[in-house]
């Protein structure tokens, strides 16, 4: 286990030491008691339902929870007594030259988001404190130390040597990435409350094992995202979560775009059911969607081209109309490189929209549709062939973004996975030379659907609610979802009874010729019975049908 690997290293090296404190224990549930599971009256104001650690009463903030008077286990009401327990703490005092040199490098080298920068530097200021990395727990990684048979590896410690662990249980390979700090850089990316464990503790415990680890690059922290003007709760039921997002049936690219676009890079942004749905109805699909929608089905029509790149189609003869426009796109596309190289995701996404709508001002400044065909086929050729690999461009630079959007392109465009192009690749200007003439592309189909705006008020409704309000609905659900479970149950039980009934009519004849011979029907009177005699399964149901059988058999003679 790489947790413990890394410990046994750090207590090697000298960087973990051993503190005995005092904690209240409860003797009659056998548990140690976190500061706020000890309950009691407040020394201060006499208040009776005063914390360990505080009383909400007068605001009392309390060193030692045995302060209170009668103090008693939140869990049983015992009276919890003094016992010594012993931990580990890592000694992050000794550690923080190291760290403060490597967060310095890192820091600058690799771009971190101001947040990122501030909230280290605040806590390397304050000056680092030993932290007990072990805890009284039954649940987690045991301490690889004798003397710590009832305790495990305090979750902060090893939280983050979890990356390398998922990559473990994935690969036996995983040291090419977490032991090759040459070759890897590695991108961290948390809400702004977790930096310190990704900045400091987690660089202090690899420096710490002495290992070769490959450490922190890019760190991207973000501000919050709040609901609906107010936050988030799972506890009171406010707000949407994974599960939701899934039960409304909206597409997960649907869902990427929307918190990508508001992704809180720079301070906290807004979930809202009606900017939800109009990115959906506004952007991608009036945007993205019926660009590529329009101009794949323009090219199968068989007034058109029949489904392949029009064979006049060149990349190196456009007419100025068009690589004025190309000029234009190889902007947007060098400051979308250098964004998503800052991991600035958020600009990327709407420079990436900004390059489809280009690709909609050339279809329009252009008006292609058949008229154009027929009348100046040469510009309708160069306006096709050059959209079409405008297409397929967007399926690479959304990739990070839309991932089954990108396939979906691909196969209309009948083209394999597209890498984004490098700043050196576009340095003579982005042109449109993936795909030539007489390229056969696939059919359309379309990338996005119509979210009907009432479904805004709707789920606002649904996910807003105080949590008195969804428990219920959750209930309603629940017991609408049971119904149908136990009528189902009901339908499976009879067809189940049905066949049972013939599988026991069979063992039942089988008896019947049995006791024929001499045996009794009932197995629990049963007369001494015949060597090789198959016994019948005694189920409630079998007895039943048998007791059943008996009353109509006729008792051996
Ligand atoms: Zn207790
Ligand atoms: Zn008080």
């Known amino acids: 286990m790489i947790s413990q690997d890394v410990f046994k290293k750090l207590w090697d090296n000298g960087l973990l030491e051993e503190k005995t404190t005092d904690q209240p224990y409860c003797e009659s549930h056998n548990k140690f008691l976190a500061d706020r599971f000890v309950e009691?009256?407040?020394?201060t104001c006499g208040y009776e339902?005063?914390?360990?650690?505080?009383c909400d009463k007068c605001g009392n903030l309390l060193d030692d929870p045995l302060d209170l008077i009668n103090p008693r286990c939140k869990v049983d009401g015992a009276t919890p007594v003094r016992r010594q327990t012993k931990h580990t703490f890592l000694r992050l005092e000794e550690l923080q030259p190291r760290i403060e040199e490597f967060t310095k490098l890192s820091e600058e080298k690799g771009g971190w988001s101001k947040n990122g920068r501030i909230i280290t530097e605040s806590w390397l200021k304050k000056g680092l404190k030993n932290r007990g990395i072990t805890r009284d727990l039954s649940w987690g990684v045991p301490v690889p130390l004798p003397g710590y048979e009832n305790k495990v590896l305090y979750v902060w410690f090893e939280a983050c040597i979890g990356y390398p662990s998922i990559t473990a249980n994935y690969t036996t390979k995983w040291s090419q990435w977490w032991h090759n700090p040459d070759q890897v850089k590695l991108y961290q990316f948390?809400?702004?409350d977790n930096v310190p464990f990704h900045s400091v503790i987690f660089p202090g415990c690899q420096m710490g094992s002495g290992d070769n680890w490959t450490m922190l690059h890019h760190l991207s922290a973000t501000e919050y995202l709040n609901y609906e003007n107010g936050k988030f709760s799972k506890s009171r039921g406010v707000g949407v979560f994974g599960n939701n997002a899934k039960d409304t049936g909206v597409p997960p690219d649907v869902w990427r775009y929307y918190l990508m676009k508001n992704r809180p890079e720079t301070g906290d942004t807004q979930f809202e059911w009606r900017a939800f749905i109009d990115s959906n109805n506004n952007e991608l699909l009036a945007k993205l969607g019926n660009f590529v929608n329009r101009v794949i089905k323009l090219v199968n029509s068989p007034k058109a081209y029949n489904g392949a790149i029009p064979d006049s189609f060149s990349a190196s003869s456009l007419p100025i109309s068009i690589t004025t426009s190309l000029s234009e796109i190889t902007d947007l596309l060098n400051q979308y490189l250098a964004e998503m190289e800052a991991v600035?995701?958020?600009?990327?996404i709407l420079l990436a929209m900004k390059i489809a709508e280009?690709?909609?001002?050339?279809i329009q400044s252009h008006r292609l549709d058949n008229a154009l065909i027929l009348n100046d086929p040469a510009l309708a050729a160069s306006v096709t062939g050059t959209v079409l690999n405008l297409i397929y461009l967007c399926s690479a630079i959304f990739e990070p973004y839309l991932p089954a959007t990108c396939a979906s392109i691909r196969e209309q465009l009948a083209v394999p996975f597209l890498q984004i192009p490098s700043e050196e690749d576009?340095?003579?200007?982005?042109?449109?030379?993936?795909?030539?003439?007489?390229?056969?592309?696939g059919k359309p189909s379309y990338l996005f659907s119509r979210i009907d705006d009432s479904k805004a008020d709707y789920w606002r409704d649904m996910y807003g609610g105080n949590q008195e309000e969804r428990r219920k609905k959750e209930e309603q659900a629940a017991e609408i979802a049971a119904k149908k479970a136990?009528?189902?149950?009901?339908?499976?039980?009879?067809?189940?009874?049905?066949?049972?009934?013939?599988?026991l009519k069979k063992v039942v004849d089988a008896k019947i010729v049995e006791t024929e011979k001499g045996g009794m029907i009932n197995g629990e009177k049963a007369a001494p019975r015949e060597e090789g005699e198959v016994r019948v399964e005694e189920g409630?149901?079998?007895?039943?049908?048998?007791?059943?059988?008996?009353?109509?058999t006729l008792p051996p003679s």
């Open 40 to 43: 009691g009256t407040c020394p």
């Open 486 to 503: 136990a009528s189902k149950a009901k339908a499976k039980e009879k067809k189940a009874a049905r066949k049972e009934g013939v599988a």
């Open 344 to 348: 600035h995701l958020r600009s990327g």
């Open 358 to 362: 280009a690709g909609n001002g050339l």
């Open 49 to 54: 339902d005063a914390r360990g650690d505080q």
């Open 426 to 441: 576009i340095a003579n200007g982005w042109k449109p030379i993936y795909l030539q003439a007489d390229h056969k592309i």
């Open 540 to 552: 409630e149901a079998m007895k039943e049908v048998l007791d059943g059988v008996s009353q109509v």
């Open 190 to 192: 948390l809400g702004k």
